[in-house]
């Protein structure tokens, strides 16, 4: 008897693996987590904080499909990075076949946007992100198959200012958020003719020692020398050091950009220091480079990156377009606020609704509809399939919940109207009745005293 042929099969795909747990549960998949309550507080507080420190700098929120053309990230994320090398997840659409992939980064997708609707017809854009973003690297701390990105993209504007401004607003946010010894490192690109005499020097330089060089390396001396100034092989990091400087190539113009980025930031207060081996090693990169860095998360101590691509829109098939921007890794971020000691913001409600017989549910959800309409959070004790549970495990739950004061609908309290207001903090026990039509001017005292 032959088999069927399975679905799969048939579709000449893979078979999928049991995307199982040892009893046959299903697991999230490998490096992508799920984010549980207390801790998405703590992204939620964060989120706040960037709403804030955007709003003052007037960035505007765009929200772009996570999913988009593998053609856009081949293009705009560059065919010689690793990003599109080896850690795009891509696929085809089952029914038209168009090739597509979950963004590994955003700055593609935005500039796509700004393009397909003309955004910057009229002037300039600041505009912010935050959201997932899906690469398939080794998951490791501070490194995920889905993370979470802030970013920012000024589209527009040419000038130092600009590059300044996007930088000042990440010190201004770490700032809030308590984080310390962040350290700001700048480099800049200057040009392209700038760079292909760089380049034809930096290949020189490694072809002359070409045996000191690793496997990936040697591929990249002939695709992307630059980027073999970012490696992270121990082994060649002497070598690295001694390659020729894109900084000593750099003309009169992109000096006077860089120098008037560092001048800025200085004015401003921020501190900075210039590494010569940041790099980014695709042709629409120019001028400044800029990452954010903490030597508190291990290897994934790179908070921040970011710079300006002024050759991005004309990759991307439109009128050439100055832009500058940056991404942030917001695991990162929150890792290194744990790190750094800052307790999770506390979780609890004003009020926790003792309600001993199921009976009183009929009085008492009006009166917690109105708390909760004029701003009171409170937490209703549920059970009333079975019979609700005793006076003694809901005050247990009460306090557990570390809600501020228990609100006890008793069978004595209903039959008088009446709600008993018992605080649960400072040793607990201080108790006052009020009128169930009372309760509004109670939760006003409770406002003025949060
Ligand atoms: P790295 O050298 O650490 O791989 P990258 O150069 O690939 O970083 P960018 O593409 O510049 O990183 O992304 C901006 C920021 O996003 C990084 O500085 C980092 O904070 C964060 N980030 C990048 N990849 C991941 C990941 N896989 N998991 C969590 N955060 C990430
Ligand atoms: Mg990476």
Excluded at 19 to 26: C, Q, S, V
Excluded at 382 to 411: C, H, I, N, P, T
Excluded at 428 to 438: C, E, K, P, T, Y
Aim: charged share 25%.
């Amino acid at each position: 008897m032959t088999e069927k042929p399975t679905a799969a099969a048939a579709e000449n795909r893979p078979e999928a693996k049991a995307p199982t747990g040892k009893r046959d549960r299903l697991s999230a998949v490998k490096g992508m987590n799920d984010i549980l309550p207390p801790e998405s507080a703590r992204w939620e507080w964060f989120e706040a904080h960037v709403r804030d420190v955007m709003g003052v700098y007037a960035y505007r929120s765009i929200r772009t499909p996570i999913v988009e053309h593998t053609a856009l990230f081949v293009k705009g994320t560059g065919e010689t990075t690793d990003i599109v090398e080896k850690e795009m997840y891509s696929f085809e659409d089952r029914l038209n076949g168009e090739q597509l992939t979950l963004r590994p980064e955003n700055t593609p997708g935005v500039v796509r946007a700004a393009i397909e609707h003309n955004l910057t017809y009229d002037g300039g854009k600041r505009l912010f992100y935050m959201g997932p973003m899906f690469r398939h690297e080794r998951p490791q701390r501070g490194r995920y198959r889905q993370f979470y990105q802030l970013g920012a993209e000024a589209l527009g504007f040419a000038g130092p200012e600009v590059d300044a401004e996007l930088m000042l607003m990440v010190a201004q946010l770490f700032d809030r958020l308590g984080l310390q010894k962040v350290r700001v490192e700048l480099n800049s690109l200057g040009l392209l003719p700038e760079r292909l005499q760089h380049r034809a020097a930096l290949i020189d330089y490694f072809t002359r020692h070409l045996d000191a060089l690793d496997t990936d390396a040697q591929r990249r001396l002939q695709t992307n020398p630059l980027r073999i100034l970012d490696t992270k092989n121990p082994a060649m990091q002497e070598l690295v050091q001694g390659a020729p400087q894109l900084l000593s190539f750099l003309g009169e113009t992109s000096l006077k950009h860089f120098d008037q980025v560092k001048t800025l930031l200085s004015a401003c207060g921020v501190a900075w220091s210039i590494n010569p081996r940041l790099v980014r090693g695709l042709d629409y990169y120019s001028h400044t480079v800029f990452e954010f860095i903490t030597d508190e998360l291990g290897a994934q101590g790179t908070l921040c990156g970011g710079g300006r691509y002024d050759g991005l829109f004309e990759t991307l098939g439109a009128k050439p377009t100055p832009a500058v921007g940056w991404g942030m890794g917001i695991e990162r971020v929150l890792e290194l606020i744990q790190v750094q000691g800052d307790a999770l913001p506390p979780l609890a409600c004003d009020a926790y609704a003792v309600l001993p017989d199921a009976a009183a549910l009929e009085l008492a959800l009006p009166v917690l509809q109105a708390l909760r309409q004029s701003g009171v959070s409170v937490q209703m004790h549920a059970g009333a399939e079975a019979g609700m549970g005793s006076m003694k495990a809901q005050f247990k739950k009460a306090d557990a919940s570390g809600a501020r004061y228990a609100l006890v609908f008793g069978a004595d309290e209903l039959t008088s109207g009446s709600v008993t207001i018992k605080s649960l903090r400072d040793g607990g026990g201080a108790q006052v009745a009020r009128a169930l039509s009372d309760v509004a001017l109670w939760a006003s005292t409770l406002q003025s005293a949060a």
